[in-house]
């Protein structure tokens, strides 16, 4: 036998090496789909342009509460741009936008694509997988829905003359500031993931999603005017004005640009109206997920 | 200890169907075809065995652990390769084989190194960094067997790992089979419906079919000798067949081609071979091949399931 030269580009094949490291199991497998989830979210490890809707969302998010502090520091106590109550209303529509852009990101390719039973075959139970989703684009949407408020609040104490009245002045505000960013995170996010679950691709889902909230927040606006029985019902078409009526249930601060305020329904209803949402929801999701056969 | 055994496992879907039988069976390690028709019950198995979906009665046992109740157990050590499309399009394969590491329960760093090894030991190179939405059946079966062997499984199930593929892929992947049970020490099942490829690479066989099992043995064990001699002639043999059975033996003709039983000689096979050289020159006949008579992997099927295709 002759010498041949090895071709070029041969890579020497050192043996299979095995694992002896440690196995972080279910729970390192559904944080590491929470991860890869909040990457997802935010347009991270992606092109230029899928992070322009996330971070520009994000940025007009925190813009108000930075307009807010700006002039707190230049104005001083005379005029309050925006409170704490009707934050959240105000900036809601780049909720949907966020979630139409980011959410069938997180759930349609993999059902889309039959990865699903990639997933399956993993040390994670189906629910883990969903539970997982939901938690990326909820953390994704707590950066519109709770980071702002909180912006503002540290904002607000810090531009104070007297930081220790402000914050014995402020602080009263956090459990609705906590909760009413909690709860518009988690529902909203249900919410758009459960209609993406069942959209066949990434633009029907953010089609869908838009629909619903644009549809609900025309059609609440525009019934709710001439009052009576349906305007009284009217909110509950928008599911932003039915977190912000649970939100004046919980906690009070009418808003008066929101249906919530024109409508008259009793605000528990608001209440209950979020927990329909949710169960709908995670039952669609529920249903959803069941039947992929695996 | 087997891999995996499995008591009187039977699954009944709500429509009426039965797919696995009351299935009992021990496998263990090597590589080991799992054999049978479509719709014989192979991915079912596999996907009750990975705690998938429940058996309506029975026990099965992966790696010690029940599948019923401890799936999630058995799934960290084993891989799973489906048999269809399974492949998001847009990401390159290192980002998903490492992606399904740490869903497998890896810590990043191990992912991104075992995803760099195992993506070689495969043969993906260049190519790995390139969106998985072009590239070739080929590549895509490769990286389907990547993250089924990315976190080190102690066993792996290949549903019909060849589908798909061409005649030079087909070979690559049944090297590759190989290569995985024999140099890497994981022990592999492969479901196919193709005995052509499961003889190629397993060394033992558990043949399913209508959710029963057939037979399961080593590979040799089902294409062993049968203890029949096959006389092929030029012309119709017939009339060597009778003179065969009027000397003691027993022999069939069928065609052009004589059995003979070489039990029935009384004094040894060379007493049928020497009868068998006689007859034919005695008859003036053209003789073609004389052979010991084998098994084929064929057979089981044509007994088993031809029944059910002529009912």
Redesign the interface.
């Not at chain 1, 043996?15 to 694992?19: A, C, E, F, I, V």
């Not at chain 1, 490291?21 to 279910?26: K, Q, S």
């Not at chain 1, 039973?117 to 139970?125: G, H, K, T, V």
């Given at each position: 036998m002759s010498a041949l030269p090895e071709p070029a580009g041969t890579?020497y094949d050192i043996?299979?090496?095995?694992?002896e490291?440690?196995?972080?199991?279910?729970r390192?497998?559904t944080g590491?789909?929470v991860?890869?989830g909040l990457r997802a979210v935010f347009g991270m490890?992606r092109s230029a342009r899928s992070k322009i809707i996330p971070w520009g969302a994000v940025i007009l998010a925190l813009l108000p509460a930075g307009v807010a502090l700006a002039i707190k520091v230049l104005a001083g106590d005379l005029i309050e741009l925006y409170s704490y109550d009707s934050y959240l209303w105000n900036i809601g529509g780049l909720l949907p936008i966020f979630v139409a852009a980011q959410a069938p990101e997180l759930v349609v390719?993999?059902m889309r694509?039959?990865?699903l039973?990639?997933?399956?075959?993993?040390?994670?139970?189906r629910v883990d997988y969903v539970v997982a989703k939901l938690a990326a684009l909820t953390i994704g949407l707590l950066a519109l829905t709770l980071l702002p408020l909180l912006v503002l609040f540290v904002g607000r104490i810090l531009a104070a003359e007297d930081v220790l009245a402000a914050i014995g002045d402020e602080a009263g505000a956090l459990p609705m500031i906590v909760v009413s960013g909690l709860l518009h995170a988690v529902t909203i996010g249900s919410l758009g993931l459960a209609i993406c679950s069942l959209a066949a691709r990434r633009a029907y889902a953010a089609g869908a999603v838009l629909a619903v909230f644009l549809v609900g927040s025309v059609a609440s606006q525009i019934f709710v005017e001439p009052g009576g029985t349906f305007g009284a019902l009217a909110p509950f078409l928008n599911p932003l004005s039915v977190l912000d009526g649970a939100r004046q249930w919980l906690f009070g601060g009418p808003v008066a640009e929101s249906p919530v305020s024109s409508s008259g329904a009793p605000l528990y209803l608001y209440g209950l109206a979020t927990i329909a949402l949710l169960a709908v929801s995670w039952g669609i999701l529920a249903v959803r997920y069941r039947r992929i056969t695996? | 200890m087997p891999l995996i055994s499995t008591r009187a496992l039977t699954k009944r879907y709500p429509r009426g169907v039965t797919a696995l039988d009351g299935l009992t069976v021990e496998i263990g390690e090597g590589v080991i075809g799992l054999v049978g028709a479509n719709g014989a019950g192979k991915s079912t198995l596999i996907?009750i065995l990975?705690g998938?979906?429940p058996a309506t009665s029975g026990e099965a046992h992966v790696l010690d652990f029940d599948a019923a109740t401890q799936g999630?157990?058995i799934?960290?050590r084993?891989g799973?390769m489906?048999e269809?499309?399974?492949?998001?399009?847009?990401v390159s394969a290192t980002?998903f084989v490492t992606?399904?590491a740490?869903?497998?329960?890896?810590?990043g760093g191990?992912a991104r190194e075992?995803t760099a090894?195992v993506l070689?030991?495969v043969g993906l190179?260049e190519e790995r960094y390139r969106q998985i939405g072009g590239y070739s059946t080929g590549m895509k079966q490769r990286v389907k067997l990547a993250?089924a062997l990315v976190?080190?499984p102690r066993l792996l199930f290949l549903d019909e790992p060849t589908n798909g593929l061409d005649p030079a892929g087909r070979d690559e992947m049944l090297e590759l089979i190989q290569r995985i049970g024999r140099?890497?020490?994981i022990a592999v099942v492969v479901a196919s419906h193709l005995l052509g490829e499961i003889e190629r690479v397993a060394g033992w066989l558990v043949a399913i079919d209508a959710g029963k099992l057939l037979r399961t043995a080593t590979l040799g064990s089902f294409t062993e000798r049968t203890g029949q001699l096959l006389v092929e002639t030029e012309e119709p043999a017939g009339p060597l067949a009778d003179r065969l059975v009027a000397r003691g033996l027993q022999a069939i003709a069928d065609g052009r081609t004589v059995v003979v039983d070489l039990e029935s000689g009384a004094h040894g096979d060379f007493a049928v071979f020497d009868a068998v050289r006689d007859e034919v020159i005695g008859l003036e006949m053209a003789l073609i091949r004389v052979e010991h008579r084998r098994h084929q992997l064929e057979d089981l099927f044509r007994t088993g399931g031809g029944d059910e295709r002529a009912a």
């Open positions: 890579i043996g299979y090496r095995h694992y490291g440690p196995r972080l199991g279910r390192g497998a590491a789909i991860g890869a490890g390719n993999d694509h039959h990865v039973p990639l997933y399956f075959s993993r040390p994670i139970r695996a | 996907k990975l998938l979906i999630e157990r799934r960290e084993v799973y489906p269809h499309d399974c492949l998001p399009p847009d980002e992606h399904m740490r869903v497998s329960g890896m810590p191990a075992r090894d070689r030991h190179y993250q976190h080190d140099d890497f020490g």
